[in-house]
Nanobody, 124 residues
């Protein structure tokens, strides 16, 4: 059983900053990619950023230069530093973790787990 617990959401004014955190716990052998997704009102779920176990990052065009994703592999934690927030950034943010399970010698599976979501509101 794997759980992802998010924190750091809240209300912020346009131009402000927030840092989201997500901690994965449970029977984890290792985690491959981790990421952040968001879903605004009336919108579909979209990828915000993701990061590989080796530290390679990918960002949505809308957040490049403003958001930074990072991770601490020893703590099974992924972060999203959000700067210069805009009203259009308001959404429920979900973290994800692609967890590798070792089933036996030479046998493994990867499953994606999701956090419960944390609300980010950007308003003056």
């Amino acid at each position: 059983q794997v759980q992802l617990v998010e924190s750091g959401g809240g209300l912020v004014q346009p131009g402000g900053s927030l840092r989201l955190s997500c901690v994965a716990s449970g029977s984890i052998f290792s985690i491959n990619a981790m990421g952040w997704y968001r879903q605004g009102p009336g919108k579909e779920l979209e990828l915000v950023a993701d990061i590989t176990s080796g530290g390679s990052t990918n960002y949505a065009d809308s957040v490049k230069g403003r958001f930074t994703i990072s991770r601490d592999n020893a703590k099974n934690t992924v972060y999203l530093q959000m700067n210069t927030l805009k009203p259009e950034d308001a959404a429920v943010y979900y973290c994800s973790a692609d967890v590798l399970f070792r089933l036996g010698v030479g046998n493994s599976r990867t499953l994606r787990y999701w956090g419960q979501g944390t609300q980010v509101t950007v308003s003056s």
